[in-house]
């Protein structure tokens, strides 16, 4: 089953803004990661971040985690065309050996 | 870096034929793992692998079986393909846990016709 939940489903913005998405999940964890797919393509791991973390930065990346609200957002900073793509937050639910994806999030940067 | 491949980027089968999809990682990984992505179900893991000979069902594994002889390579194998197994295949792995960042292969477009 999906546990993450990725809001906005889509996002459209122009090169040079902020994208913000965000992930929320439904039990306890202890990592949550966030990948990129571009079009037809695998997935690349972008950052983890682990329960007892609050926030971390990866370049224009930086992801947030709240535990008391069970959520996470991922900021990209000065967008650039190139990060068109889908984002997926992953998390291991309670209790389960595996990786849950969200159904993603896509983000389209106009030049 | 960490390389997965996977055998085919795109392939064409006709129902009822055997389909077999390979996987390889190059970083001596203990886990490897295979999903389906659909538009609008996003990823859903088929099987996992945490060691050689050892496997595990994730959450859709009916009409697929999996095969790692070799601790790099692991297989899935459509016995009698179907057109509802017509899908995006990837395939990835992870160092030691099976929570842990996994690296993915390209992935392989598959159309059963």
């Known amino acids: 089953s999906q546990q993450g939940e990725e809001d906005p489903q889509a996002l459209s913005i122009q090169e040079g803004e902020n994208a913000t998405m965000n992930c929320s999940y439904k039990t306890s964890i202890n990592n949550l990661q966030w990948y990129r797919q571009n079009s037809g393509r695998g997935l690349v791991h972008l950052i983890l971040i682990r329960s007892n973390e609050r926030e971390k930065h990866s370049g224009r990346l930086r992801v947030t985690l709240d535990t008391s609200k069970k959520s996470s957002s991922l900021l990209i900073t000065a967008s650039r065309a190139a990060d068109t793509a889908s984002y997926f937050c992953a998390t291991p639910p309670g209790g389960n050996n595996r990786l849950a994806f969200g159904k993603g999030n896509q983000v389209v940067v106009i030049p | 870096d960490v390389k997965v491949t996977q055998s085919s980027r795109y392939l064409v089968k006709r129902t009822g034929e055997k389909v077999f999809l390979e996987c390889v990682q190059d970083?001596?990984?203990?886990?490897m793992f295979w999903y389906r992505q659909d538009p609008g179900l996003g990823l859903r893991l088929i099987y996992f692998s945490y060691d050689v000979k050892m496997k595990e069902k994730g959450d859709i594994p009916e009409g697929y079986s999996v095969s790692r002889e070799k601790k790099e390579r692991f297989s899935l194998i459509l016995e009698s393909a179907s057109t509802n197994q017509t899908s995006m295949y990837l395939c990835a792995s992870s160092l030691s846990g099976i929570t842990d960042t996994q690296y993915f292969g390209p992935g392989t477009r598959l159309t059963v016709l």
């Open positions: 970083m001596d990984h203990e886990n």
